[in-house]
């Protein structure tokens, strides 16, 4: 079984403009979430979706805005991009009923 | 105010030795616990869970203690190998796998 996909790996963009980061789950799987991983935070989690609709939100501003389609494919927008949003953008998703989340492998977002 | 900590940023082990991993928490409604690997370049990799009701989960050379009154887990890893070197970070979640809370990671160094 394929794992969790991301595109682009990485992505280098200038202050003020937007970007959407792509995330395809494990086959099966219907929960996607969204982490941002910068030095010293750790993982900070920016929203969960389950069958299109968004479950779960952390505490980021309105820049950060997701989707997630029928195929259960998801996507993350940040707007109005800030240098302080450089980070490892994580991917995750989960099988119904499990507990257990399976990452891809990011995509490094720099803005410069 | 971090939910879910993890005091030691780095640890260096020699090789063969026991390597021992601790994450706090201070949320006690956490029922679910899990440990991550991360390697540099790619997204974290499941380790090992532990549900609150019980104290220990073994997975071969991996071991997970969970002491509920302390708000403590630990993370055991023997022996340890040069392939154990990563960042190891402490999940907890609850509502059975919503709200996931990371910790910000310790780099673990295994020394040959």
């Known amino acids: 079984k394929a794992g969790v996909t991301q595109t682009p790996r990485y992505l280098i963009k200038t202050r003020g403009q937007q970007v959407t980061l792509s995330c395809s789950p494990i086959s099966g799987h219907r929960s996607v979430s969204w982490y941002q991983q910068t030095p010293g935070q750790g993982l900070q989690f920016l929203f969960e979706y389950f069958s299109e609709t968004q479950r779960n939100k952390g505490n980021f501003p309105g820049r950060f805005s997701g989707r997630q389609f029928s195929n259960s494919r998801s996507e993350m927008n940040v707007s109005t991009l800030e240098l302080g949003d450089s980070a490892l953008y994580l991917c995750?998703?989960?099988?119904?009923?499990?507990?257990?989340?399976?990452f891809g492998p990011g995509t490094r977002l720099t803005v410069l | 105010d971090q939910q879910v900590k993890q005091n030691s940023p780095s640890l260096s082990v020699q090789e063969g030795r026991i390597s021992i991993l601790n994450c706090d928490y201070t949320?006690?409604?956490?029922?679910?616990f899990l440990w991550y690997k991360k390697y540099p370049a790619e997204g974290p990799t499941f380790l090992i869970s532990i549900s609150s009701i019980k104290d220990k989960n073994e997975d071969g050379r991996f071991t997970v203690f969970l002491n509920k009154s302390a708000k403590h887990l630990s993370l055991h890893i023997v022996p340890s190998q040069p392939g154990d070197s990563a960042v190891y970070f402490c999940?907890?979640?609850?509502?059975?796998?919503?709200?996931?809370?990371f910790g910000p990671g310790t780099r673990l160094s295994v020394l040959p």
């Open positions: 999940a907890a979640s609850f509502s059975h796998g919503q709200n996931f809370v």
């Open positions: 995750a998703s989960r099988a119904r009923g499990t507990d257990t989340q399976y």
């Open positions: 949320n006690s409604m956490f029922d679910y």
